[in-house]
């Protein structure tokens, strides 16, 4: 997601895909970045567990109690997190071995590990807001995110994305290269500026100190008493 973010028309655009790329009848609820298997998963952002545990394929009852038929689609763990400039989202983390201790109404903290990839799948699905149920969570606070991306972004950087009319993200989506996904690793960050203003003030007030230094040495000079004399004699005039 880094790699994406820095630039949305490299390799990362193409080796990435999930529900904005497909219909939603595949089943895809989001984003699928490629992991290998035993990789740490780190929570994004703080906020409390509405859903955790794992799931099955095989349709039917398969997707909560698995049983003869169903196939294991490994562990999720759904968190209402505040994205910047979106607020309150349902976020979730799912194909991961999921780590112990993990319960409904627990506060996840940003950067607390959650779990790691399951090498069976070798990948980590997240996502916003997915109907599912169960461990993906249930009354959620916005609608099913058909594109997590910006909202992904938003909560790695801090920097909400611009909405226009009808909750639509503005300068485009989905592998295009000139929308705000591909600039936005470019804006200068609050630090930044503030460092750059921290600066500048030394500088000038440096230069003033210097220039008060060189005046006061020239007019304590004999050349400076002589002009200093000058001004007089002709203010007087």
């Not at 290998?36 to 952002?45: N, R, S, W």
């Not at 976020?91 to 590990?113: D, E, F, K, M, R």
């Not at 936005?184 to 921290?198: C, D, R």
Request: charged letters at 5%.
């Amino acid at each position: 997601m880094a790699g994406y973010i820095a630039n949305s028309t490299g390799s990362y655009a193409q080796s990435m895909y999930g529900r904005w790329a497909v219909p939603s009848a595949n089943m895809e609820g989001g984003v699928d970045l490629a992991s290998p298997g035993g990789t740490p998963v780190y929570a994004l952002a703080t906020g409390p567990i509405m859903g955790v545990g794992n799931f099955w394929h095989g349709g039917g009852s398969c997707l909560y109690q698995g049983g003869a038929g169903c196939t294991p689609g490994y562990g999720v763990v759904t968190t209402r997190v505040d994205v910047p400039g979106y607020g309150l989202q349902d976020l979730y983390y799912q194909h991961i071995n999921l780590s112990p201790g993990l319960a409904v109404g627990q506060i996840v903290q940003q950067g607390q590990q959650i779990g790691t990839i399951n090498s069976a799948v070798g990948e980590l699905e997240m996502g916003f807001n997915a109907n599912w149920g169960g461990v993906w969570g249930t009354n959620h606070p916005a609608p099913w995110a058909t594109d997590p991306r910006p909202m992904l972004q938003a909560l790695m950087t801090g920097n909400p994305q611009p909405v226009g009319a009808g909750g639509t993200v503005l300068g485009g989506l989905g592998g295009v290269g000139s929308g705000i996904l591909g600039s936005i690793g470019n804006l200068p960050s609050s630090a930044s500026i503030t460092t750059f203003l921290q600066q500048f003030g030394l500088i000038f007030f440096g230069g003033l100190v210097v220039l008060i230094g060189v005046l006061v040495l020239f007019f304590s000079s004999d050349a400076g008493k002589e002009t200093a004399k000058v001004g007089e004699t002709a203010a007087m005039a």
